[in-house]
């Protein structure tokens, strides 16, 4: 669980429509997601369709091979 209170930490029970709408404000801010490396996997839908610059991803550590980097 995330310590600051404006970043939510995903878990396998997170609400799917929250991380394929990622432009959608939450007060006066974007959303803020965390997510570990076992949350991460291929499959996982994250965008902003209604936000001109997309999203912002900030990926802090590495990759066990080039094909999962790309």
């Known amino acids: 669980m995330s310590k ?3 970043v ?3 878990t396998n029970e997170t609400d799917e429509g929250s991380l394929e709408n990622m432009h959608l404000k939450v ?3 974007y ?3 965390i ?3 076992g949350l991460g996997d291929r499959g ?3 965008r902003a369709p209604g936000h001109p610059l997309g999203i912002c ?3 802090a550590g590495t990759f066990p091979d080039a ?3 790309i």
């Open 8 to 10: 939510t930490s995903i």
């Open 44 to 46: 996982e839908d994250y």
């Open 4 to 6: 600051l209170e404006a």
């Open 31 to 33: 959303p803020v997601y």
């Open 57 to 59: 991803m900030l990926i």
């Open 27 to 29: 007060g006066e801010n």
């Open 35 to 37: 997510i570990s490396a």
């Open 67 to 69: 094909r999962t980097r």
